[in-house]
């Protein structure tokens, strides 16, 4: 199944992540350029450093400065992230093109690939929230109520992903279709930002 593989891919790519827990450490996709493999683990090393700049920028020591460079660098980062998930809808659109939809066919409240997204994420907050489960320097109170989290995030993986295969199979009857809107971000735009074009 696709989200099977998906999920292990995530699982590998958050693992390499925190064999160095570096956000300047360089990614070393394993996978064939131009795969789905390839485009999900790009995808996932994405959202695994940002997770990890947001987690920084949250110090309250942090020089301000180095806040503000990093708040850019996040923004830079969402464009990169959304720019994989055009990719990755882009990868399905052609998998799928032959597929004629049904005359009732309907569109999806999402498309396939921020579904994905919302996958990538789901397989961080099980990373991360396991982590709290196991912490010594916690209470037993903590530990157990992040289990509790754990245990409603596992659930959320497993019925996203049943969900996940389920569209595929809608779309790849006919049953449903698919198209890729550009995201329109208007504040990285020179052009569309107020804030920078007033000051041309």
Not at 20 to 32: G, K, L, R, T, Y
Request: hydrophobic letters at 40%; aromatic letters at 10%.
């Amino acid at each position: 199944m696709f989200t099977e593989n998906a999920n292990r891919i995530f699982r590998q790519v958050i693992d390499d992540y925190h064999r160095h827990d570096d956000v300047d450490f360089p990614i070393a996709n394993p996978f064939e350029k131009g795969s789905i493999d390839f485009l999900l683990y790009e995808k996932c090393w994405v959202d695994t450093v940002q997770w990890h700049l947001e987690d920084i920028i949250r110090d309250p020591q942090i020089d301000p400065v180095a806040a503000l460079a990093l708040k850019r660098r996040i923004d830079k980062s969402n464009q990169v992230r959304t720019d994989m998930v055009e990719y990755i809808d882009s990868y399905m659109l052609e998998k799928y093109k032959e597929v004629k939809p049904a005359a009732d066919a309907r569109i999806n409240t999402e498309t396939p690939a921020w579904a994905i997204d919302r996958l990538s994420i789901l397989a961080l907050k099980i990373y991360h929230m396991h982590c709290e489960t196991v912490r010594e320097d916690v209470s037993d109170d903590h530990r157990a109520a992040c289990q509790k989290k754990l245990d409603v995030l596992l659930t959320q993986q497993v019925d996203l992903s049943q969900a996940i295969e389920e569209l595929f199979d809608d779309i790849a009857s006919g049953r449903k279709y698919m198209k890729v809107y550009k995201q329109m971000k208007m504040y990285n735009d020179p052009a569309l930002n107020p804030v920078l074009y007033a000051k041309k």
